[in-house]
């Protein structure tokens, strides 16, 4: 069976091996494919005669599916899986398959490094003191930036599934107050540091804001100028989940302005980063290559249940199916 991986290279820079995938099919493994309007040719002629073609971001429309009459399975290496057309794939009875699960911890680990850092901001520390800055000081100590403490705090939590959860846990480690808001709240979950409300709440009332939800209609563009003059001056906001649930203009404005206090992102709205992006130049704003999801131990785990959601393809089974 051939199979063809289509942009392998975020998964696997080198630092782990296909081998369990080609123990299944044969696999050609692309580091990289244009995608766009003008790449679909590549992508076509590079998936040619698959039955099996895994892929990450680089996109499968309906345009390229039809020109796959053999494929029968996409493996979509991400939780992720909006770069398939998934009504095309089922018309056409293709399998789409994804990756659910693998980063929870290290996703809510990464939450919660990117907010300790606005708090702290190590980094700019570190780089003053290597400066001279310490050895040059008249005092035992000093600080470029506010330094603040968490514990007492309300954060409120966007989005109160799995990732959402773990960071809540850490959160409340920390002696904070978890506000949550969450399509189907669960009242089960509800404790003295935990309590689900309603967005505006949540907004007036949170010193931190993280954001989990999934990328939707209702989700897109969720902080943006109105919402963000509900909330605290000084706020401060996480976004671990998709660039696009933020109004980019509207945060940096806000960020130079004062009125947000800080601004931790792990996505933006399009990626790679654009040279003009407004949050590039915004007061108080870290900015990390979409890397929450990229510990060894978590492209690991993708890799293993990439294989076994194949194998169970295979098998008559199929499991993870997003198009089912």
């Known amino acids: 069976m051939k199979a063809v991986v289509l942009d392998g290279y975020t998964l696997n820079p080198g630092d782990l091996s296909w081998d369990e995938l080609r123990k299944i099919c044969d696999l050609t493994v692309y580091d990289r494919t244009a995608f766009d309007v003008s790449g679909l040719n590549e992508i076509i002629k590079r998936v040619e005669d698959a039955e099996v073609v895994f892929t990450n971001k680089t996109p499968l429309p309906a345009e390229a599916l039809a020109a796959m009459p053999k494929l029968k399975y996409v493996g979509v290496l991400a939780t992720g ?29 990464m939450t919660m490094a990117l907010l300790l850092e606005l708090c702290h901001h190590v980094g700019a520390h570190n780089e003053a003191v290597k400066r001279g800055e310490w050895t040059n000081n008249a005092d035992f ?12 705090k309300t954060i409120g939590i966007i989005g109160l599934g799995s990732i959402g959860k773990v960071t809540a846990r850490i959160a409340q480690a920390l002696g904070m107050r978890v506000l949550a808001n969450a399509t189907k709240p669960k009242k089960e979950l509800e404790s003295e540091t935990l309590k689900f409300v309603d967005l505006d709440e949540l907004f007036a009332a949170s010193d931190v804001i993280s954001l989990h939800c999934p ?21 401060l906001i996480v976004n671990t989940s998709r660039g696009p649930v933020v109004v980019e203009e509207d945060l940096a404005e806000a960020l130079n302005s004062g009125k947000v206090g800080g601004a931790a992102l792990d996505v933006v709205s399009v990626e790679p980063i654009k040279a003009d992006n407004p949050l590039l130049k915004a007061q108080n704003c870290l900015i990390t290559p979409h890397i929450s999801w990229a510990p060894m131990e978590c492209r690991q785990r993708l890799m293993n249940i990439a294989a076994d959601n194949l194998r169970q393809y295979l098998d008559g089974n199929p499991v993870n199916v997003v198009n089912g």
């Open 141 to 152: 100590c000093f600080w470029k930036y506010p330094l603040i403490e968490l514990a007492g």
């Open 81 to 109: 899986y909006n770069v398939v057309d998934l009504e095309a794939a089922k018309k056409q009875g293709i399998v789409v398959t994804n990756i659910p699960s693998y980063s929870t911890d290290a996703v809510a680990q």
């Open 215 to 235: 990328l939707n209609e209702s989700t897109r563009g969720i902080i943006n100028k109105n919402n963000i003059a509900k909330m605290k001056t000084g706020v």
